[in-house]
T-cell receptor, first 115, second 115 residues
Framework: EADIYQTPRYLVIGTGKKITLECSQTMGHDKMYWYQQDPGMELHLIHYSYGVNSTEKGDLSSESTVSRIRTEHFPLTLESARPSHTSQYLC??????????????FGSGTQLSVL | AQSVTQLGSHVSVSEGALVLLRCNYSSSVPPYLFWYVQYPNQGLQLLLKYTTGATLVKGINGFEAEFKKSETSFHLTKPSAHMSDAAEYFCAVSDHGGSQGNLIFGKGTKLSVKP
């Protein structure tokens, strides 16, 4: 049912590298999100967007940045990866109809490991 | 501020036994409450949600949850566990109340089902 895709599924990278995590959805959803998930911990919202050219910071401070140039695409970028960025990153989308949030659809996640 | 607490990071039941996953919430406004399920190597999927109206809500795969305002609880139950129910379950509350906010998730409860 979910038509939201994240790539890569796994990424192992060295400290200091610039990385971009891709997220695309084919459902025409306006609202998109990035959550950070660590084992045994809450999912924390790090970024969200209401639509094209809209980006907002979530409740967890993050050194990552996002962009929303196209409705279907919401990439997350880390300019200089550090070991503290090691985590699972989950992308999600929902049909935001004015003031109503519909249910969230999640991608399968990107497990990032920074050595 | 809104928050959720899931009691028990790991619950193990036998196949055919009752499943009970506990969730308590804190909210300064009437809450919208959700349960999401994450199967291995997959994204989260909406199991059920409470918005307004009937306090007993039914979801997919035979799960249901009851909103109890006096106990600030939204526990998830299923009368008879199946092996396919083994997954991680996340309780969530809308952060601004109602339908306008973003979701705040609990730490998750991993459900194991023994044959």
């Amino acid at each position: 049912e979910a038509d939201i895709y994240q790539t890569p599924r796994y990424l192992v990278i060295g400290t200091g590298k610039k990385i971009t995590l891709e997220c695309s959805q084919t459902m025409g959803h306006d609202k998109m999100y990035w959550y950070q998930q660590d084992p045994g911990m809450e999912l924390h919202l790090i970024h969200y967007s209401y639509g094209v050219n809209s980006t907002e910071k979530g409740d967890l401070s993050s050194e990552s940045t996002v962009s929303r140039i196209r409705t279907e695409h919401f990439p997350l970028t880390l300019e200089s990866a550090r070991p503290s960025h090691t985590s699972q990153y989950l992308c999600a989308s929902s049909a935001y109809r004015g003031q109503v949030n519909e249910k969230l659809f999640f991608g399968s996640g990107t497990q990032l490991s920074v050595l | 501020a809104q928050s959720v607490t899931q009691l028990g990071s790991h619950v193990s039941v036998s196949e055919g036994a009752l499943v009970l996953l506990r969730c308590n919430y804190s909210s300064s406004v009437p809450p919208y409450l959700f349960w999401y399920v994450q199967y291995p190597n997959q994204g989260l999927q909406l199991l059920l949600k409470y918005t307004t109206g009937a306090t007993l809500v039914k979801g997919i795969n035979g799960f249901e949850a009851e909103f109890k305002k006096s106990e600030t609880s939204f526990h998830l139950t299923k009368p008879s566990a199946h092996m396919s129910d083994a997954a991680e379950y996340f309780c969530a509350v809308s952060d601004h109340g109602g339908s306008q906010g973003n979701l705040i998730f609990g730490k998750g409860t991993k459900l194991s089902v023994k044959p």
